[in-house]
């Protein structure tokens, strides 16, 4: 399972989503997220869900990645759905109704696209942003669309830095835990049986060694960085300069379409109630 964490994890490639300008990505990623928030019918789910398998395929992203990359959060999907099933109340009789236990048929559907939604949020940003940009790349994004707070003193470079070190470092933190792992196990550890108790203290042996290991590769780095001469933006040219091209106005037009069509599925219900059968309606427009 450990190892099915791929966040955080660049895979080089020569799509049109990797040349695409940082910046433009990351604008792009929080309306995408705006998007999958604000969505609340079928229709605008499927819309959302075509246009993540079209980045899929844009990415040339491989399917078996995407899919190691949401394996890890299954147990926070069934807890999300779960919550959702059984906080949900409906107005019609609940299709079970066990002791203190009700289960409404806008649980099931509020329990269905909730998951859904956190699948989409972590397959979409992990395409657009992550799973294609290199951290060097996504630190200049970050700093240029931060760079107008420099005027009120805000240390925009340090911010930017200190976000990308820590995405780069979650891969070699994960692999390091695995290693920590395999080494426990070939003496005699068990982090698989017991009590939640048990298995909680288990991971004491692996904790403190990951602490150490963690403190140990900061300190190396902060030594190699100022060996290096680094001393954040002062002085500071770059190697290569972001530009906006074609290709980036492009897709921007292409995200406002977007999160056009998802806000126009929201208000299209409301004028077209009467005009499609009560059936084809109830599916595509119902309200969650």
Request: glycine share 6%.
């Amino acid at each position: 399972m450990i190892s099915d964490i791929t966040l955080g994890q660049y895979f080089p490639g020569d799509s049109c989503i990797h040349k695409l300008d940082p910046r433009t990505k990351i604008i792009l990623t929080v309306l995408f997220i705006v998007t999958v928030f604000l969505v609340n019918t079928p229709l605008g789910f499927l819309t959302i869900l075509l246009s993540v398998i079209s980045l899929i395929l844009l990415s040339r992203i491989s399917i078996r990645v995407i899919l190691k990359g949401v394996k890890p959060i299954i147990y926070v999907l069934i807890f999300t759905a779960l919550i959702n099933l059984f906080m949900t109340k409906g107005e019609s009789q609940p299709l079970v109704d066990f002791y203190f236990i009700e289960i409404y048929k806008e649980g099931i559907i509020r329990a269905v696209f909730m998951a859904l939604r956190v699948i989409l949020l972590i397959i979409g940003t992990s395409v657009l942003l992550t799973y294609t940009t290199s951290p060097i790349s996504l630190t200049d994004g970050i700093e240029s669309l931060l760079s107008p707070l420099k005027k009120i003193k805000i240390p925009v470079h340090v911010f930017a830095m200190m976000m990308t070190i820590a995405l780069r470092f979650i891969p070699t933190l994960i692999e390091e835990t695995e290693k920590i792992m395999n080494a426990q196990k070939s003496r005699g550890a068990d982090f698989s049986s017991g009590s939640l108790i048990k298995r909680a203290k288990a991971l004491i042996p692996i904790i403190i060694p990951l602490f150490v290991s963690s403190f140990k590769r900061a300190d190396e780095l902060a030594v190699a960085m100022e060996c290096r001469c680094y001393r954040g933006d002062k002085n500071r040219t770059k190697l290569v300069k972001l530009e906006f091209r074609g290709r980036d106005y492009a897709w921007f037009g292409i995200g406002l379409v977007f999160l056009a069509a998802v806000i126009a599925l929201m208000i299209i219900p409301s004028h077209i109630t009467g005009i499609l059968p009560e059936t084809v309606y109830n599916v595509f427009f119902y309200k969650i």
